[in-house]
């Protein structure tokens, strides 16, 4: 089992930052790939961004290439999500989801809130 735990959700203007963390616990030595995931009020969720625990290979979606980035320390056991660049249609609760290997991912943190005002 793996535990995820969100932080560094708020309100920011667009054209504003932010910074996502999500700290894992448990068996974090079987994790292949930590992801983050949005949903925005009445849509479907969809995928964010993706790092592979052990050679850092990153994948992003097109609505976020050139304003996000993904990270990771694995010492830490933890991914961060540094958002720039903020617009309002990136509003949304934000996950940090995990998988064993490159099937679905089984273990989702509780999610943390953005909101970006226009």
């Known amino acids: 089992q793996v535990q995820l735990v969100e932080s560094g959700g708020g309100l920011v203007q667009a054209g504003g930052s932010l910074r996502l963390s999500c700290a894992a616990s448990?068996?974090?030595?079987?994790?292949?790939?930590m992801g983050w995931f949005r949903r925005a009020p009445g849509k479907e969720r969809e995928f964010v961004a993706a790092?592979?625990?052990?050679?850092?290979?990153?994948s992003y979606a097109d609505s976020v290439k050139g304003r996000f980035t993904i990270s990771r320390d694995n010492a830490k056991n933890t991914v961060y999500l540094q958002m720039n660049s903020l617009k309002p249609e990136d509003t949304a609760v934000y996950y940090c989801a995990a998988r064993f290997g490159r099937s679905r991912y089984d273990y989702w943190g509780q999610g943390t809130q953005v909101t970006v005002s226009s």
């Open positions: 448990g068996r974090t030595f079987s994790i292949y790939e």
């Open positions: 790092i592979t625990r052990s050679s850092g290979s990153t």
